[in-house]
């Protein structure tokens, strides 16, 4: 593997771990359906 096809496959890899973490993290910021539940008891 020359230099520039290493430097290419490590860019790709870590875009793909941003990506993946976004996702993640945008996940947990969506309410769960018992997080929803305690939130209206208690309102």
Partial sequence: ??????????IRL???FTIIG???SG?????LHWELDLAHHWL
């Fill in 1 to 10: 593997m020359n230099r520039k096809h290493l430097l290419q496959k490590r």
């Fill in 22 to 24: 976004l996702v993640i």
């Fill in 14 to 16: 870590l875009t793909w």
């Fill in 27 to 31: 996940a947990t910021a969506i309410p």
